[in-house]
């Protein structure tokens, strides 16, 4: 292609994404798939790097950052940037519009009404169109210069629609959405890092990062809600009108902005803004009224640092300040324990809230929360409340100056059954291993042991599942071989009562029973199983079908199994000493053995046989993994083959690992097989060893 038709197609490409930028952000109106917006990246992004001649900053390829750039500079306001007063009541609102009738002399004098962003106010400037430069507020007349963070913002415009003055500084807020936030924070607690203590922070902290590429990981969004310097346009008469320009020229504008009049008009704005407060998908902090018209604004002029023609009116605070009661844990339905506080109720953001969750013991510690602290609970929207901080100065001490209380340790035991609490290491999640037996882990439980691969226990779903949990009908596993066709009859008819979903039929008396009557069956059916399916139905943690697998056929029997000690368990071919620890352990609680005693004592039983300890054959001591789905047959029928001669089929690749057959989709089995240098067989492989092993 000749340089001309190539400066054409960067041009067209960065025009084309602009306006899909533009019809997304800035309109809401989005025209373009995520495909054809993906390929055009990557076509701009290789032309870009095949013709460095054609780079250009404000290009939208620019938006994934650049390497650090080391100190921020620092930027002078041509035109400063001010604050505004607060309102924290209607009165000063109805002062406020007084104030201003009676010295403009307009009797109905017209507001820009605005939701107050909580987030950072940025200047951004551009020059003939082009982004030259953004920068933070600061002390109001100098910042910083964050131009390269900015640019990863997706909705900062760079290059600007239409007739572009000469120069244009356009202010408005850098905010993190609050979904951005949640993520965030579910990924740092993950992953043992600092969490962000509100969006606000994560704003500020975002965009002060020394390396944009980080900025450009943290999704931030940017309004538009005011000018600076303005050079070469012929600016409108009002400032709603100005956003509305500012919105043509590709500024997102926030969709609640509108125009009242009267205290009535602006007190009504901020009470429906209010009722939306929660479901907008930022946070706010208050509305800001600002005298609409340009000419009546200069009449109002200023004092000290803020306009008297403009005010904001605050909602009230979604952080605030309590103690801690107590400090106690829930149980997860996969036994995930999770401590929260029991706090002396609070108002926060218009709502009484008495309870904060931890999220999970790493929290716990950095936070160092203890009964009788002073603790700042945040809540935002439908978001359950955090605890945010505790004021450490605070913390009520004994008589010698020590802390009252010492630092707080997850329980040892469940609070719901008593079981063992562990944390693995490299967790974040301490989980209760009561298992079956812990009823806040039932449901899940006894899902997967009815579950095809396990007991299959065909039509009992979750929803029964949940309901004979709920209606105590069920205990154990155990418990399940002791339904009747009349208990589960009644179980759905409360079920239904419950939900609203009686079915007409049975309103006008018709009781249908085959259902239950098949389920009874299906249950009566799976009591006639195998010793790995009733190892792998158990849901000990970790032992998966294959190891269920192996457990069976190295001990051949339940009862040498439940006799094995964890140093036993260890000798067996494949199975870890983590793995063995947990299979020591589960068989250690009792009411794991009651359940197995009641399994048997309901007619469950399994072929037994002598144990198979040694296999025979050309693979005879080798393991081996299946992963990836094979064309030619399943993976179960492969792993039957290769076991017929002789070999180990495990479920997870280690260093002992024989080779890894990996089949079309392979994934981290396969990764980890190629890191540790084991051997990979593809299908064709298999096959052809298949037919001819040697
Ligand atoms: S106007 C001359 N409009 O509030 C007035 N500010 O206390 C300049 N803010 O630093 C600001 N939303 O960070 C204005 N719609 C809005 C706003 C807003 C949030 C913040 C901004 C500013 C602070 C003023």
């Not at 740092?188 to 704003?203: D, F, I, M, Q, V």
């Not at 997102?252 to 009242?260: C, G, L, R, T």
């Not at 936070?367 to 009520?396: N, Q, S, Y």
């Not at 299906?522 to 399916?533: F, H, Q, Y």
């Amino acid at each position: 292609m000749k340089a001309a038709t190539l400066q054409a197609r960067v041009e067209e490409l960065r025009r084309l994404l602009d306006d899909a930028n533009y019809r997304y952000y800035v309109l809401d109106d989005p025209d373009t798939t995520d495909a054809d917006y993906d390929k055009w990246l990557r076509e701009l992004e290789a032309l870009e790097r095949e013709h460095p001649e054609f780079a250009d900053p404000n290009s939208p390829t620019a938006r994934v950052g650049n390497a650090p750039s080391g100190k921020f500079a620092e930027v002078k306001h041509g035109v400063p940037m001010l604050s505004l007063a607060n309102a924290f009541e209607d009165g000063e609102v109805e002062e406020f519009v007084t104030r201003i009738t009676k010295e403009t002399g307009d009797a109905a004098p017209a507001f820009s009404v605005e939701p107050k962003l909580d987030g950072l106010a940025i200047s951004l400037r551009y020059e003939h169109g082009m982004f030259v430069r953004g920068a933070t507020r600061g002390d109001g007349a100098t910042g910083e210069d964050v131009s390269a963070n900015l640019r990863t913002i997706r909705t900062v415009p760079l290059r600007l629609r239409g007739e572009a003055p000469a120069v244009l500084e356009v202010r408005g807020e850098v905010f993190m959405p609050k979904a951005a936030f949640e993520k965030y924070n579910a990924w740092a607690r993950e992953h043992g890092e600092k969490t962000l203590a509100n969006p606000r922070n994560g704003a500020a902290g975002s965009l002060r990062q020394l390396d944009p590429r980080v900025t450009a990981q943290r999704p931030l969004a940017f309004y538009a809600y005011a000018l600076g310097e303005v050079d070469g346009a012929k600016l409108p008469a009002t400032h709603s009108n100005t956003l509305a320009w500012l919105r043509e020229l590709g500024f997102p504008v926030s969709a609640e902005v509108d125009v009242a009049t009267g205290a009535e008009g602006l007190l009504a704005y901020y009470r429906r803004i209010g009722e939306k407060r929660n479901a907008l998908p930022y946070d706010i902090d208050g509305v800001v009224y600002k005298l609409d018209r340009y000419d009546q604004q200069r009449a109002m002029g200023f004092v000290s640092r803020a306009p008297r023609w403009a005010i904001a009116h605050k909602y009230p605070a979604q952080e605030q300040a309590t103690t801690v009661e107590s400090i106690e844990v829930n149980v997860g339905r996969t036994g995930a324990v999770t401590p929260w506080v029991l706090m002396t109720p609070v108002q926060v953001g218009g709502v009484t809230v008495t309870r904060a969750t931890l999220h999970n013991a790493d929290q716990i510690a950095r936070l160092d929360v203890r009964v009788g602290d002073t603790i700042i609970v945040r809540r935002a929207g439908d978001v359950i409340p955090e605890v945010v901080r505790v004021i450490e100065d605070k913390r009520p001490l004994d008589a010698k100056g020590h802390p009252k209380f010492a630092a707080y340790q997850l329980p040892t035991a469940c609070p719901v059954c008593g079981s063992a609490v562990e944390r693995e290491e490299g967790e974040v999640v301490a989980r209760c291993t009561g298992g079956l037996f812990c009823p806040a882990q039932r449901v899940q439980a006894l899902f997967h042991f009815a579950s095809r691969r396990a007991m299959d226990i065909e039509g009992l779903g979750e929803r029964f599942i949940t309901a004979l949990v709920e209606f105590d009908m069920v205990r154990s596993v155990a418990d399940l071989y002791r339904l009747s066709v009349d208990d589960f009859v009644s179980m759905k008819q409360r079920a239904d009562e419950l939900a609203d979903t009686v079915p007409e039929t049975v309103k006008s008396g018709k009781v249908a029973t085959k259902w239950a009557e098949n389920l009874v069956g299906a249950i009566d059916a799976s009591r006639s199983t195998t010793l790995e399916r009733v190892l792998y139905a158990l849901g000990i943690r970790d032992v998966g079908e294959s190891t269920a697998r192996t457990l069976a056929r190295h001990f051949g029997a339940l009862d040498p199994l439940l006799q094995a000690d964890e140093e036993t368990l260890r000798q067996v071919p494949d199975i870890g000493p983590i793995v063995a620890a947990r299979i020591a352990h589960f068989f250690a609680e009792s009411h794991n053995r009651e359940v197995i005693a009641a399994l048997r004592a309901n007619g469950v039983r399994w072929p037994e046989g002598a144990p198979q300890r040694s296999a025979e054959g050309p693979l005879a001591g080798k393991t081996v993994v299946l992963t990836g789905g094979l064309s030619s047959m399943s993976r179960d029928e492969a792993g039957a083959k290769l076991e017929a001669l002789g070999a180990k089929v495990s479920g997870s690749v280690s260093k002992k690992t024989s080779f890894v057959v990996a089949g079309e989709a392979a994934g981290s089995k396969l990764a980890k097989a190629q890191e540790l240098g084991v051997e990979i067989w593809d299908e064709a492989k298999l096959l052809s060893y298949l037919a001819d092993p040697t």
